[in-house]
């Protein structure tokens, strides 16, 4: 069974979100990468990035409209839509359901504390083992990544936005002892309350960047790069095809 489509030549997840839970378990250790537009284009101009997207460790999800359409380019189209929050979530609600702890790393310190209040106010018997904010230097935060060696959580969520985030798991990923490793962007956001999800009739319609752009104007700017991304997703395809 195919799991995968070619995109800018990364391998992106293309079944549903049960079978990437069900995928991710084969993994001694693994690094979900939510592959929106802007995170994929970012790869072919920045090498560090790229071998982390090309790393046999890593699992790219299709987060994004953007990267759909270029999975129906490439003709080789995901099943769906796999939002990172929402993969996030699938995760949370299986390490609650098998008794397996969760650490959440990133965001403002008000932020994190509402985030994981919500999480358990809807998750009661989610073990979270800890926390800390996002304000660190990556190069001397041992005293967050020794937490994490004593608390030993099956999932780390890292939301510091890209690169940030990604070096963050990047330099500790083999000496940590979790088996999940995700950088989730915003979404400490989205479960502190501070900033909501688009209306699930427009997710459904594929509008959740309008929606977002609306109440987070400065994000229009980050719009520019799908057109850049799917012009490149032609080229790449129309290449392929010509060989």
Not at 55 to 69: C, F, L, M
Request: proline letters at 4%.
């Amino acid at each position: 069974m195919e799991l995968f489509t070619n995109i800018l030549n990364y391998k992106v997840f293309k079944k549903s979100k049960n079978e990437l839970i069900e995928y991710i378990q084969k993994f001694e250790k693994v690094n979900i990468i939510s592959g929106n537009p802007e995170i994929l284009y970012m790869g072919t101009k920045d090498k560090f990035l790229n071998d982390i997207y090309v790393a046999k460790e890593s699992v790219i999800i299709p987060d994004g409209v953007g990267t759909v359409i270029a999975s129906k380019i490439v003709h080789n189209p995901v099943l769906e839509k796999l939002a990172g929050i929402e993969v996030m979530e699938e995760i949370i609600k299986k390490c609650e359901k098998e008794n397996k702890g969760i650490y959440l790393v990133g965001a403002k310190q008000e932020v994190l504390e509402a985030c994981v209040k919500n999480l358990l106010i809807k998750y009661p018997n989610l073990k979270i083992e800890g926390s800390h904010n996002g304000y660190f230097n990556l190069d001397d935060c041992s005293h967050i990544t020794e937490d994490i060696k004593n608390k030993k959580p099956y999932a780390l969520f890292v939301a510091m936005g890209c690169p940030r985030q990604e070096k963050f798991i990047h330099n500790n990923f083999q000496d940590l002892p979790c088996s999940i490793f995700m950088g989730v962007g915003g979404s400490f956001d989205v479960f502190s309350g501070k900033v909501n999800r688009a209306p699930k009739w427009m997710i459904k319609l594929g509008l959740e960047w309008l929606y977002r752009v609306v109440k987070e104007p400065f994000r229009i700017k980050r719009l520019a790069v799908i057109p850049k991304f799917l012009i490149g997703v032609v080229f790449s395809s129309n290449k392929k095809y010509s060989n």
